[in-house]
């Protein structure tokens, strides 16, 4: 079992994309990134709860 907590949409080189669009898209990659490592898929995913930073 793998849970994933607090991802955040920064890429790799430091970055954070302008678009919500973009945003979403960096957090969804990096998390098929990490359940990549131990050998999962996005469909294994159980639950997924997106919270919105309205911060900004």
Avoid: C, H, N, W
Wanted: glycine share 6%; proline share 11%; net charge positive.
């Amino acid at each position: 079992m793998i849970f994933l907590s607090g991802q955040v949409p920064v890429a790799l080189d430091g970055k954070v994309p302008e678009t919500l669009a973009a945003q979403a898209d960096q957090v969804y990659a990096s998390i098929t990134t990490i359940l990549a490592s131990p050998g999962a898929l996005p469909s294994s995913i159980i639950k997924l709860t997106p919270l919105p930073d309205r911060r900004r």
